[in-house]
């Protein structure tokens, strides 16, 4: 089975442009999640969808931040403008219900 | 919030040694992962334990969820073993609160 994609892999942009990322989860898995591991800390999260719902967005920064997730598979989220302290590596991940979430290789972003 | 601690926060060890990793939890949890974290960044699951105990190989897990504490072991460590180890918990399908890792390196 396939695993959770996510692209790009890497991005660099200049402070206060804009940028997107993209996330397939595994088929099936109902729950995705958006979360940002800074340099040398354990991942936090951003954002949860049940389907193409909103379950959480308690820690996204909603005036910069934005995710969407149309028809409750892929999933895009989008930061404008970019500050230097976003970057980070974004990961992606997904589970089937109330149980193992699964992680995709991440984007690493570097904003100068 | 749900706190997450993890210890110790580096671990330099010899090839063929053992190790222990600990991640304590400030509330209960429904879901708790264990996870090695590639140098190409990506987390792999090694263990889904809310409670109990599990082993996969060289790698075993015990979570006691009444104690709130869950610990990983490595046994005969190898080279391979190096990487930040990160614990996950949290309720249910609710997000994971990740704790700061472990940074292990695993010396030929």
């Known amino acids: 089975e396939a695993g959770v994609a996510q692209s790009p892999r890497y991005k660099i942009i200049e402070k206060r442009q804009s940028v997107a990322f993209w996330c397939n989860p595994i088929?099936?898995?109902?729950?995705l999640y958006w979360y940002q591991q800074i340099l040398g800390q354990g991942p936090k999260l951003l954002i949860q969808?049940?389907?193409?719902?909103?379950?959480?967005d308690s820690q996204l920064p909603k005036d910069r931040f934005s995710a969407e997730r149309l028809k409750g598979v892929d999933s895009t989220l989008k930061i404008q403008p970019a500050k230097l302290e976003d970057s980070a590596v974004y990961l992606c991940?997904?589970?089937?219900?109330?149980?193992?979430?699964?992680f995709g290789p991440g984007t690493r972003l570097t904003v100068t | 919030g749900i706190q997450v601690e993890q210890s110790p926060p580096d671990l330099i060890l010899q090839e063929g040694a053992n190790s222990t990793l600990r991640c304590n939890f400030s509330?209960?949890?429904?879901?708790l992962q264990w996870f090695h974290q590639n140098p190409w960044g990506q987390l792999i699951n090694l263990f889904y334990?809310?409670?109990g105990t599990k082993q996969n190989g060289r790698l075993s897990a015990t979570t006691v969820a009444t104690e709130r504490y869950s610990l990983l072991y490595i046994s005969s460590s190898q080279t391979t073993d190096s990487g930040v180890y990160f614990c996950?918990?949290?309720?249910?399908?609710?997000?994971?609160?990740f704790g700061k890792g472990t940074h292990l390196i695993i010396q030929p």
């Open positions: 991940a997904s589970s089937l219900s109330a149980n193992e979430q699964y």
């Open positions: 969808f049940q389907n193409n719902g909103v379950v959480d």
């Open positions: 996950g918990t949290g309720g249910g399908a609710d997000g994971l609160t």
């Open positions: 509330d209960s949890v429904n879901n």
């Open positions: 334990i809310p409670s």
């Open positions: 088929s099936g898995h109902a729950t």
